[in-house]
């Protein structure tokens, strides 16, 4: 898997970069937020490891105009140790998760799998369950590989589901993300929309939890 490093500092750069070899990464390292930007357009990463603080474009903007254009490599970033207000700006820029400065090598390389594992479990924008599929890229359903026609709100309570495959959703929950803020809806409109869902799909997928809601259970490892 190949990683994108981008840190100015030449010591702790060479410090990961030994690290992540070691760990059996390739790794490709930006000095400057130019030279970043460009690679992780250009480049397919399994992962970034962004320092925030470099020098001309810094990393915050770098990661802004990733997510910008779309890039959805995970990015992990680096920053000032106690600097709240960078962990807040980066997170909210995109980034996955953060790492203070000094951190252990150890560490970095944890969070580095956990971004990987989290990024392989959405990575494909197909979901199944059992015999459906949902195409989160295409927003396509379907059945033993027929397609299946639904309604966009349909289609958002099927996809909440999928992605919280294997947890519980009670109705308000689902009806939350589901319905905008003003739309009107009846007090049993989601019974009704998980009805006709139901039927759309003949697959039994959503099964009710008496008293708590409505679970797709976890697909089965493939073996
Ligand atoms: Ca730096």
Redesign the pocket.
Known sequence: MKILLV???NS?AEDIRQALEAAGYVCDRADNGEDAWFLGDTENYAAIIL????PGMDGITVLKKWRAAEMNTPVLI?TARGSWIERVEGIDAGADDYLPKPFRMEELLARLRALLRRAEGKASPVMRAGDLALDTAHMRVSVRGIPVNLTPLEYRALSYLMHRQGQVVSQFELAEHVYGHDEEKESNAIEVLIGRLRRKLKAGVIKTRRGFGYIIEEAEAPS
């Open positions: 840190e100015d500092e702790i320092d925030l603080g470099l680096l």
